[in-house]
């Protein structure tokens, strides 16, 4: 998304250039709303065996 701004900044002479920003903010919120559903999933995946592995 940073990268997205630049762009818009330097390639668009800043035509909606709050865009991306706008969608980073959204984003950021998302994540952080869902960071403890998130670090479950991540956690449940670590303790599963892989699917090559026997056991």
């Known amino acids: 998304m ?3 701004f630049v762009a ?3 390639v668009f002479d800043g035509a909606y250039a ?4 706008i969608l980073l903010a959204l984003l ?12 479950r999933l991540v956690a449940a995946l670590l303790r ?3 699917p090559g592995s026997r056991g």
């Not at 709050?18 to 920003?21: A, C, F």
């Not at 950021?28 to 670090?39: E, W």
């Open 28 to 39: 950021a919120i998302v994540a952080r709303v869902r960071r403890d559903r998130t670090a």
């Open 18 to 21: 709050i865009t991306p920003v």
């Open 2 to 4: 940073i990268g997205a």
């Open 8 to 10: 818009r900044i330097t």
């Open 48 to 50: 599963r065996p892989s």
